[in-house]
């Protein structure tokens, strides 16, 4: 059996169906294997860093693992920023690359390269990585593959990259083996129990419990089943930005997303200077998550954190770590034993959901008395026509903070975002690669510069038809640098605005020149065209032009806590709330 096709049809037996990448010299054979296998799609992207963006959307609207491939050389290099993106938000995703036959090598030390388009992408994508290897002998391939892909899908999930010489694509496997095993840390069940006692317990003597959860919670399942909980115990649930569509939006326990600069203002009162007790599933609570004061958070609250990565579980949040509990478990075996937990919640309990939703309403009020947050209004607007979708790629930018604030999400609506990487250019091609994990209409919103970054898998979804509704909100400026630019540099738009160093192209006339239906519309219109618009066939960009200074609110004043923001709520409001 020739390698490739062995390759191909392993990952076919492990349910990925759909390959990303772009053809060249040194991956021929593993795209012909592709093209060759009757359960197997190939999707050519225009840059090698569309189709590692297209594996991570998928991969993250799937809850699956995923595939993208790269000739050598440059085209190696350009999935990288995919690689890293996969790696810093815990996606399963197996990156293939071609490379210089193995007889090519010199062996003379100190070499700059050994060949055309060479390059030691082994050296280049170890840091963020969780296994990479370059098949040097065929016999090796087999056992390889397979524990590249276990260690993808298992513990903290992440990317592996196989780097594959083309005499290795061409040769011959002997014996294919499609389901090895391996040793894998044996779950400390005691720890597990622990774990489950300690949030039982807690729970019990708390009077203000809050559920804190992250990207961590590691299957859909297991943030179900986190959900029912906290119906059951009466207890508000806040997200990270990764897991925000995990709650959907009108569910009486969702009380928003956590965020040191821009998290909603009632999530950020609640956790910081509400609650008594944080409990904390797979979320790093980082300081892009709870402010760079890090030992001001929730001062007043004990915190249980259950986390399968111990490096994470490293950082205290509190001094010292005093009034913290830290248990390294996978998530979901501590959900499963919380299911037999039985105890009555007390009228204390309700009237603290109640104080909650009293936080919740009146800054809720505060904002929508904000008049900046206009382009938040819109996108909520918007998130009515884009109901029926079964996922939406959010870029990076103002607009994915307007996005996680005000997108109305619904149940089983999956919002991707990259997070820890926040790489701008990643909406319109995780959008595609949602489209097939899903096969079902998907949406992308993106701001100007963003949108600009991988405009060129614009052909990608026209050649394929992929019934996408695009979002491009248009302020001409890179707008999140600008504010920044305003309040520290002395308003010096440098590379952020045009006549400046930036400019943005004319984006309704581009998506026409490329076949696709477009339309441009100021934000004030948006409501009247959009219904209409979203609701034809096939692909369909909609621009949508802002003033050039917008801005992304709340935020959060450098030296603030998180939960007093600007614009500042009025004082009697504030303080009002501080007492409840």
């Known amino acids: 059996m020739k390698l490739t096709d062995y390759v191909v049809a392993f990952l076919e037996k492990k349910g990925i169906h759909d390959f990303f990448g772009y053809q060249g010299t040194m991956i021929a054979h593993l795209v012909d294997s592709i093209e060759k296998n009757p359960d197997t799609n190939n999707h050519s992207c225009y840059n090698e860093q569309g189709a590692s963006f297209a594996a991570c959307g998928y991969a993250q609207a799937k809850d699956a693992c995923a595939c993208a491939y790269a000739t050598s050389g440059p085209g190696a290099v350009n999935l990288l920023s995919g690689v890293a993106n996969a790696y810093f938000d815990s996606l399963p995703v197996i990156f293939l690359t071609g490379q210089l036959n193995t007889y090519e090598y010199s062996g003379i030390e100190g070499l700059r390269q050994q060949g055309f388009q060479e390059i030691d992408i082994v050296s280049m994508a170890k840091p963020v990585t969780k296994y990479c290897i370059q098949i040097r002998e065929p016999k090796d391939i087999v056992r390889e593959l397979n524990k590249a892909y276990h260690i993808a899908v298992t513990g903290r999930k992440g990317p592996v990259l196989i780097d594959l010489p083309m005499n290795i694509q061409r040769s011959e496997v002997e014996n294919p083996v499609y389901d090895m095993e391996f040793e894998t840390e044996k779950a400390d069940e005691a720890l597990n129990e622990q774990a489950a006692k300690a949030v039982e317990e807690a729970l019990r003597k708390a009077k203000r419990p809050v559920i804190m959860m992250g990207h961590g919670v590691d299957s859909r399942e297991s943030k179900r089943a986190l959900l029912r909980f906290a119906e059951k115990y009466q207890i508000p649930v806040i997200t990270s930005v990764l897991a925000k569509s995990t709650v959907p939006y009108d569910h009486p326990m969702n009380f928003g997303c956590i965020g040191g600069a821009y998290g909603h203002r009632y999530a950020n009162m609640i956790a910081n200077a509400k609650a008594d007790l944080l409990l904390c599933f797979g979320i790093s609570l980082c300081t892009r998550q709870i402010g760079v004061k890090v030992h001001e958070f929730a001062k007043g609250a004990e915190i249980i954190r259950i986390d399968i990565d111990k490096y ?269």
Request: with cysteine; hydrophobic share 40%; charged share 20%.
């Open 312 to 580: 994470n579980l490293k950082r205290d949040i509190h001094e010292n770590g005093a009034g913290e509990q830290k248990f390294c478990v996978n998530t979901a075996a501590v959900i499963q034993r919380l299911k037999g937990m039985e105890f009555n919640v007390s009228e204390e309990r309700q009237e603290w959901v109640q104080v909650c939703n009293e936080i919740k309403e009146n800054l809720q009020a505060v904002d929508e008395q904000t008049p900046e947050r206009y382009p938040n209004r819109m996108l909520a607007a918007l998130s009515d026509c884009l109901k029926d979708t079964s996922a939406i790629a959010v870029d990076v930018g103002q607009h994915m903070v307007w996005s996680y604030q005000s997108f109305k999400n619904r149940e089983g609506q999956a919002m991707l975002f990259s997070g820890g990487h926040g790489a701008m250019g990643y909406a319109l091609p995780a959008a595609i690669g949602a489209y097939y994990a899903t096969g079902k209409p998907v949406a992308c919103i993106c701001g100007d510069g963003a949108f600009q970054m991988n405009i060129q898998e614009l052909q990608w979804v026209k050649r394929e038809n992929i019934p996408l509704k695009m979002i491009v909100t248009n302020n001409g400026a890179l707008g999140m640098i600008r504010h920044l630019q305003r309040d520290y540099f002395n308003c010096l738009f440098a590379g952020t605005s045009d006549g400046c160093g930036f400019s943005s192209c004319d984006f309704y006339k581009v998506a026409q020149a490329y076949g696709i239906a477009a339309e441009r519309v100021q934000c004030e219109d948006v409501s009247k065209l959009a219904e209409e618009f979203f609701a034809g066939e096939g692909p369909r960009l909609l621009e949508i032009m802002l003033e050039h200074g917008t801005f992304a609110y709340p935020k959060t004043c450098l030296g603030e806590p998180i939960h007093n923001q600007q614009p500042y709520a009025p004082r009697d409001v504030y303080e009002n709330l501080m007492k409840l």
